[in-house]
C-alpha cells in the first residue's frame, strides 16, 4: 500500500492568505494526484503530476497551483485563498509503483479540511 | 468532458437489509472502481472492475461491470453499522497515459441499528 501523508489534517485561514497543502509519499511513486471533496459533489481533480517535471491541470484548478518538490512531496497552494474553497482536500499517489495502462487504483491521504472565512 | 450519475444520493436502511446503488456515464469507461470513505478519512477502495460484464465480490459487497461499459453497480448484502459511509464509483477510460478517474458525487448510506 502507498504511504500518504497529508499536512495540516485542518486548517482555518482567512480570505486572501496564501495557504500551502503539502503531501507526501514514502513508495517512490511517481504519479501524484490533488482532489477537492466538496459535499454532495463528490471528487474534482485539481492538478495532477506524473513525474517530477510534469505538472497537469485538472477539472477546477483555477485559483490553485501546485509544486512538485521531488518525487515524493507534492504541495497544493491557494495563492489567496477565497471562501468558496473552503473543502477537504485529499492526495492521492497509485496504489502500485509499476505503471499499468489499464487501470489506475488510486490510494488517498486522509485530507486536509480547509476552511476560509 | 465525462460526467457520473451516481444514485441514490443517499440512503437510510436498518441494519441486515441489502443495499444497491449504481452509476451510469454518458461515456464508455474501461475500469470502473468503488471507493468508501468513512467520515474523517480518504476514500478506500473497495472494488476493481476491469471488463465489461464482469461481476466481482469482496465479502458482502458485490459489484458488476455494465455490458454497454456505460454503467456499475454496487450491492451490500446483510449491512451492519460500520458501512455507514459515503459509496463513490469512479470510472476510467484509459489510453496511452491517461490515468485520470471521474468520480460519481456519491452515496451517503446511513444504517441504523
Known amino acids: 500500500d502507498a504511504d500518504v501523508t497529508q499536512t495540516p489534517r485542518n486548517r482555518i485561514t482567512k480570505t486572501g492568505k496564501r495557504i500551502m497543502l503539502e503531501c507526501s509519499q514514502t513508495?517512490?511513486?511517481?504519479?501524484m494526484y490533488w482532489y477537492r471533496q466538496d459535499p454532495g459533489l463528490g471528487l474534482q481533480l485539481i492538478y495532477y503530476?506524473?513525474?517530477?517535471?510534469?505538472?497537469n491541470k485538472g477539472e477546477i484548478s483555477d485559483g490553485y497551483s501546485v509544486s512538485r518538490q521531488a518525487q515524493a512531496k507534492f504541495s497544493l497552494s491557494l495563492e489567496s485563498a477565497i471562501p468558496n474553497q473552503t473543502a477537504l482536500y485529499f492526495c492521492?499517489?497509485?496504489?502500485?509503483?509499476?505503471?499499468?495502462?489499464?487501470?489506475?487504483?488510486?490510494?488517498f491521504g486522509s485530507g486536509t479540511q480547509l476552511s476560509v472565512l | 468532458g465525462q460526467q457520473l450519475n451516481q444514485s441514490p444520493q443517499s440512503m437510510f436502511i436498518q441494519e441486515g437489509e441489502d443495499v444497491s446503488m449504481n452509476c451510469t456515464s454518458s461515456?464508455?469507461?474501461?475500469?470502473w472502481l468503488w471507493y468508501k470513505q468513512d467520515p474523517g478519512e480518504g476514500p478506500v477502495l473497495l472494488i476493481a472492475?476491469?471488463?465489461?460484464?464482469e461481476l466481482t465480490s469482496n465479502g458482502r459487497l458485490t459489484a458488476q461491470f455494465g455490458i454497454t461499459r456505460k454503467d456499475s453497480f454496487l450491492n451490500i448484502s446483510a449491512s451492519i453499522p460500520s458501512d455507514v459511509g459515503i459509496y463513490f464509483c469512479?470510472?476510467?477510460?484509459?489510453?496511452?497515459?491517461?490515468?485520470?478517474?471521474?468520480f460519481g458525487k456519491g452515496t451517503l448510506l446511513t444504517v441504523n441499528p
Open positions: 503530476s506524473f513525474d517530477v517535471k510534469d505538472i
Open positions: 469512479a470510472g476510467q477510460l484509459s489510453g496511452g497515459s491517461n490515468y485520470k478517474l471521474t
Open positions: 461515456s464508455i469507461f474501461n475500469t
Open positions: 472492475l476491469y471488463k465489461a460484464g
Open positions: 513508495k517512490g511513486h511517481d504519479r
Open positions: 492521492a499517489t497509485p496504489e502500485s509503483r509499476v505503471p499499468n495502462y489499464v487501470y489506475e487504483k488510486l490510494f
